[in-house]
């Protein structure tokens, strides 16, 4: 059973491009989740995908969007990159079912680095 | 607003005692708690959660946690250390505001060090 599967692994970019970054949830699980990890820092929540559609947000800018598939995969999207983007960028998934709090299984995360 | 504060940067334990990594939070109404472990250069792996029912709860790896209500602590804890225990651990919390979806809000993680 695959887990949590993200591409690329690594990425460099220049301030001002724009990047798109994907992952593949675990089998079973209908919900994507993104999160952003500074160095030396914990996770910040960005955003999460349930059915097709942004469920939740956090303090991230309009620069920051995604997209969830039919089949359940999803992409995170940031334009006009500024330095302060570089991070490693955490996928996870989990399933959604009723009142259960189900933990989220994250992926290895994209290391993204602007320039 | 609701946090979770991890007060060591650094744990530091010899092989074969008992660890303990601190984690204390701050929610308003009944907490979900998590621990999550981070390997160099990997994600988050899950360890373990409470929700309702026992303080104690176990998870993988012999890792426990004891969730205390009256000093809003989830401490993580394992009776034996061993030098392959040594990562960074991440206390979170379920951002109660999230209704139905799982939005985790993290502390700033503490590195464990465990020495032969």
């Known amino acids: 059973d695959a887990g949590v599967t993200q591409s690329p692994t690594h990425l460099i970019k220049t301030r001002g491009q724009q990047v798109t970054l994907r992952c593949s949830p675990k089998?079973?699980?209908?919900?994507v989740s993104w999160y952003q990890q500074a160095l030396g820092q914990g996770p910040q929540f960005i955003f999460q995908?349930?059915?097709?559609?942004?469920?939740q947000r956090g303090n991230f800018p309009d620069r920051f969007s995604g997209h969830q598939f039919p089949n359940y995969s999803s992409e995170l999207n940031v334009n006009a990159l500024l330095l302060g983007d570089s991070a490693l960028y955490l996928c996870?998934?989990?399933?959604?079912?009723?009142?259960?709090?189900?933990?989220?299984?994250f992926g290895p995360g994209t290391r993204l680095t602007v320039l | 607003a609701q946090s979770v504060a991890q007060p060591e940067d650094q744990v530091n334990v010899a092989e074969g005692n008992p660890l303990t990594v601190k984690c204390t939070y701050s929610?308003?109404?009944?907490?979900?708690l998590f621990w999550y472990v981070q390997y160099p250069n990997r994600g988050l792996q899950f360890l373990l959660k409470?929700?309702?029912?026992?303080?104690l709860v176990k998870g993988s790896y012999g890792f426990e946690a004891e969730f205390n209500k009256s000093q809003t602590s989830f401490h993580l804890k394992k009776p034996s250390a061993l030098v392959s225990d040594s990562a960074l651990y991440f206390c979170?919390?379920?951002?109660?505001?999230?209704?139905?979806?799982?939005?985790?809000?993290f502390g700033a993680g503490t590195r464990l060090a465990v020495h032969p």
């Open positions: 996870a998934s989990s399933l959604r079912s009723g009142g259960t709090v189900n933990e989220q299984f």
């Open positions: 089998s079973g699980h209908d919900t």
């Open positions: 995908y349930y059915e097709e559609e942004e469920r």
């Open positions: 929610v308003s109404g009944n907490p979900y």
């Open positions: 409470y929700i309702t029912g026992d303080n």
């Open positions: 979170a919390v379920r951002d109660i505001l999230s209704g139905g979806y799982n939005k985790l809000i």
